[in-house]
């Protein structure tokens, strides 16, 4: 996927600033894939969009915490609303609740998605179907920076089963293993709700993790939960 990405790249004309911030976190060091979990930095991440199809529908919101040492930095998280030249649909606003006028006024796109990139520098991300998330936020960096967003992905969804025992129980969804663990969101389809709520359960998982100590590397090897990202 990585190969289409390059042709269909366009080049896109960016004030003399964007372009320096973007030169910048180019040239951030990548995260050492042999890197104890335990001390690493990560980025928790989710969207909200248009609709479910990766290929068609658009980034509205991005929300993340990031996860340092073993611990949520609660004081200090991302979250932006993308400026939409026309809003969402009706049925769409009633699930993330970001109505039509705060999206048609939302953030500038260009400054809404260098500040999630420095933001999230070169850390993993982690989600829960990391594909969606990846597929929107990469389609979006392309259109509005002429960059795809390139990160190491961990997802949860594959991650968490590999990690912790189940006796069986298949868990389908965030939600269940939200109860599992005793996780309360305190607001569903809310980009950064959503990320604080799958940021704990990444430290749950690890926390219940039979194989110790972790590296990164061993949280990406799972080729299912990078299917999509190429």
């Known amino acids: 996927m990585r190969w289409l990405t390059k042709l269909i790249a366009r080049p896109v004309a960016l004030a003399p600033d964007a372009r320096a911030r973007l030169d910048r976190w180019r040239g951030l060091p990548a995260a050492a894939p042999d890197a104890a979990v335990a001390g690493a930095r990560f980025v928790v991440a989710d969207v909200e969009a248009t609709g479910l199809d990766m290929r068609r529908d658009r980034l509205i919101a991005i929300g993340a915490v990031t996860v340092e040492a073993g611990r949520i930095d609660l004081g200090r998280a991302f979250y932006t609303v993308l400026r939409q030249a026309a809003a969402s649909s009706r049925d769409n606003i009633l699930l993330h609740g970001i109505g039509g006028t705060q999206q048609r006024e939302g953030e500038e ?19 829960y179907h990391s594909p969606f998330d990846a597929s929107m936020i990469r389609r979006a960096t392309l259109e509005h920076l002429g960059e795809a967003f390139e990160a190491q992905w961990i997802d949860l969804a594959y991650v968490a089963p590999d990690l912790v025992r189940t006796d069986g129980v298949r868990y389908k969804g965030l939600d269940p293993w939200l109860e599992r663990f005793g996780i309360e969101a305190f607001s569903r389809h809310d980009a950064v709700a959503d990320a604080l709520a799958t940021a704990q359960l990444f430290l749950a998982v690890l926390a219940h993790a039979e194989h110790k100590p972790l590296r990164v590397a061993e949280l990406l090897r799972d080729p299912k939960s990078t299917r999509w990202l190429g």
Do not use: M, Q
Not at 109 to 127: D, I, N, W
């Open 109 to 127: 796109p260009v400054e809404a998605l260098l500040g999630f990139l420095e933001f999230a520098g070169r850390a993993p991300v982690v989600g």
